[in-house]
């Protein structure tokens, strides 16, 4: 038995070639009208009356690359910083998540610590929390105090943290009760129900916030500059100061963008796999 060939339609022909002209025809339309904004920016931009000015205090070519290097070499401060930040604010985010959906008056006084966690943190600037302990914490002249950068590193994870500790709360109560109660049922503990039932599907649901928030602090690994530490920010800083020229500001935040842009890619793709997975896509 042979399976008969499969010929469309002349109205499906017909309905694949005006798709396939409307496609066309958006694409051509939206090159067109950014290539004219794009034109209309840049002279906008050029012709405005100190324009030779900003150019030069900001986009001189040697002084960018003079500047390159040093900011580069800061830069993976930066990215390591991240990285070690991000897990921890991520492992500590889950773990007061966790322990704000304990159930039971005797978990009475965890759940208040947790929630005066979330609740302080959320409220305090990330610039006063790395002040307190980069310049505040050192002044005690404690035995094994850690390095400054690892007190900026902790700001960060405590302030993020409590962001984080929040959207897997979210994700937490997301969850519909009957899962818990049938993994219950079938005799598993509240332990075992949390790390096999609970937290991959609460995981799954608020990745892509997640995934905003490292992308945030992408950016805010930067305020450790503050504290004194060389890293982009800083080593522009430094050549700015010789140069009197705020070219490497500049290239330190363009290496920044070409950093996040990974990220926010992966961020786009999981949100848009995220949506398409709700929908039944």
Known sequence: MTLLEHHPSEAQLRRAAYRRRQTVYSVLVAASSTAALGTLLVVAVTGAPGWDRVRQSFLD???????????????????????????????????????????GPIFFPVRALAAGYT?????????????????????????????????????????YGGYLAEV?????????????????????????TMRHVVLPQAVRRVAPPLLNDVVALQKDVGLVSLAGPIDAVRAAQIATAQSFNYTP????????????????????????????RQSGG
């Open 61 to 103: 070519p040697q002084i960018a690359r003079d500047a390159l290097p040093a900011v580069l070499s800061g830069l993976w401060l930066n990215v390591r910083l991240l990285v070690c930040c991000a897990v921890g604010a991520l492992a500590l985010g889950l773990v007061i998540a966790v322990l704000r959906t304990l159930r």
């Open 119 to 159: 609740y302080t943190f959320r409220g305090l600037p990330l610039i006063i929390v790395l002040y307190l302990l980069t310049l505040g914490v050192p002044g005690l002249r404690l035995q094994g105090m850690p390095p400054v950068l690892v007190l900026g590193g902790l700001a960060l994870v405590l302030t």
């Open 168 to 192: 897997f709360r979210a994700g937490i109560e997301s969850v519909h009760p009957s899962q818990l109660a049938a993994a219950r049922s079938l005799g598993l503990t509240y332990r075992q």
């Open 249 to 276: 500001y500049v290239v330190a935040g363009v290496l920044f963008v070409l950093l996040a842009i990974p990220l926010i890619a992966v961020t786009d793709w999981v949100t848009l796999r995220s949506a398409r």
